[in-house]
């Protein structure tokens, strides 16, 4: 199952992106869970378990870029999508190794090949890596970066 995140804080493009992303998801028989947040603060301070967060950037408090360093400072290893009607942040996109960049009104046919890269990269990651899942978080870890484990009283250690 591939689990979603969109952030925006406008109701509406959130409501129209996630029907969109739900359609496209569903014709290709794919098994996904979308859940809506209407502040990037909550991404920050509460657990983020998805594999994929559309990320608007304008928004009042704590801005889409802000929230994506952050994110990304605090293990964050999903894939992320801007999705923004200001095209003046593109270049910073790349410093939060952004998977695109959308601008609104969202293009279906770009949206779709955008998924099915997206999604591509993600089976592959799953492929080849370790799902560390905790009550407040759950952070994939490619095999390749593993030196070992241990247990040390019924606690799993990984280095």
Not at 29 to 56: M, R, T
Not at 76 to 97: K, N
Not at 118 to 144: H, K, M, Y
Request: with cysteine.
């Amino acid at each position: 199952m591939i689990r979603i995140a969109i952030c925006d804080d406008e109701t509406v493009m959130c409501e129209k992106l996630k029907m969109t992303v739900s359609s496209i998801l569903e014709k290709w028989k794919e098994n996904y869970q979308i859940v809506c947040h209407p502040s990037a603060a909550g991404l920050l301070w509460g657990p983020l378990d998805c594999d994929l967060l559309f990320l608007d950037i304008r928004m009042p408090g704590i801005d889409g870029m802000r929230a994506a360093g952050g994110l990304r400072e605090q293990g964050f290893s999903g894939e992320l999508i801007f999705v923004t009607a200001f095209s003046e942040y593109m270049p910073d996109a790349f410093e939060v190794e952004a998977a695109d960049y959308l601008e609104k009104p969202v293009d279906r046919e770009r949206l779709e090949r955008t998924l099915k890269r997206v999604l591509q990269r993600l089976r592959r990651d799953r492929e080849e890596s370790f799902c560390i899942r905790t009550a407040n978080w759950c952070r994939t870890i490619p095999f390749g970066e593993i030196y070992y484990c241990e247990v040390i009283n019924r606690k799993i250690f990984v280095h």
